[in-house]
């Protein structure tokens, strides 16, 4: 039998259930509480007040599987906007950009020569405006290629953030080879549905793993950026940071944009630097639905809300 994560994150390719969702006012209310809105003016609002409150953000704009060259250049002017929005700001690296390769063209024929194309000038404008991109990870089969491009990138511009999935056997490995002098490593936990072969399946096994590359990436000389929402492993995180004598400014905790505020703020209180990641963007429903698979009270929030808003 399928688990819920797999089944949600197999509604995330129904064309007709999108239709469904999309259209329906009661899931654009839900959808608020996770997406900055669908334009860049409303998304640098919520970066105002987020930055205001003392925490660092990163925006994605939304969108992935581009399926022609045209969209993955409409996906980097989306971000060349998002670094001009973000100028005035003078934030500098309190403000970043994250973004998928595969909405940059990874998966078209000659992919990984496409996105790096079409990146390249997103990092430069980061770079000019004193901020800088890190490179979301997908699903297992896109791996060695956003590796790849990330290593590219890196030539001019070592700052160039990665992420890394903890559920991934390889991950270990990945983050000894990532945990190196000016490098910046996100790890999560993973939200893709991968099969035993790749990946960790129980919660304990993964939660194991993630400690693991954790301790790796806080013994390196890199900057390591714990993507997580588990007390418990932000715990481990402070706990990890006090031993091996970390400062303030040589980590961070990042967590998505509307999942857990209190305890942001409450963690930036205590002198934890936390970065929220802030979606925005028309094409939210792929990024929706896995925030639903990922964590069961997601879901519950969003059919109590159908129920509940009139």
């Not at 797999?6 to 239709?19: D, Y």
């Not at 070592?158 to 990532?178: C, I, K, M, N, S």
């Not at 099969?195 to 301790?215: E, H, I, K, M």
Request: hydrophobic share 40%; charged share 25%; net charge neutral.
């Amino acid at each position: 039998m399928l688990s819920q994560k797999a089944l949600l994150l197999g509604a995330a390719r129904r064309p007709a259930l999108r239709r469904v969702l999309v259209g329906t006012p009661l899931t654009r209310q839900v959808v608020d509480r996770f997406v900055a809105g669908e334009t860049l003016p409303e998304a640098l609002d919520v970066v105002r007040r987020l930055t205001g409150e003392g925490l660092a953000v990163t925006l994605d704009h939304l969108g992935e599987d581009v399926t022609d060259r045209a969209e993955a250049q409409r996906s980097r002017d989306a971000y060349l906007a998002a670094l001009d929005g973000l100028a005035p700001l003078g934030l500098g690296r309190r403000a970043e950009v994250s973004v998928k390769l595969s909405a940059f063209g990874q998966a078209l024929p000659g992919g990984s020569d496409v996105a790096l194309e079409l990146v390249r000038p997103v990092v430069e404008a980061a770079a000019a405006i004193g901020t800088t991109v890190t490179l979301d990870m997908e699903d297992s089969s896109t791996v060695d290629s956003t590796l790849g491009v990330l290593a590219e990138l890196r030539r001019d511009h070592p700052e160039t953030g990665a992420v890394l999935q903890a559920a991934l056997h390889r991950t270990e490995d990945d983050a000894r080879a990532l945990a190196t002098a000016g490098s910046r490593v996100r790890l999560v936990k993973g939200a893709y549905d991968e099969p035993p072969s790749v990946a960790f399946q129980g919660r304990d096994d993964v939660d194991a793993a993630y400690a693991r590359c954790l301790g790796v990436l806080m013994r390196g000389p890199g900057y390591p950026m714990v993507g997580s929402h588990d007390p418990r492993l932000v715990s481990v995180a402070q706990r990890l940071a006090a031993e091996y004598g970390r400062t303030p400014d040589s980590w961070e905790v990042q967590m998505l944009y509307g999942i857990r505020p209190d305890e942001q703020r409450r963690l930036t209180a205590e002198g934890v630097c936390v970065r929220a990641y802030v979606p925005y963007g028309a094409d939210w429903y792929g990024y929706f639905v896995r925030r639903l698979a990922e964590r069961p009270a997601n879901l519950r929030f969003f059919l109590r809300s159908l129920v509940t808003t009139s």
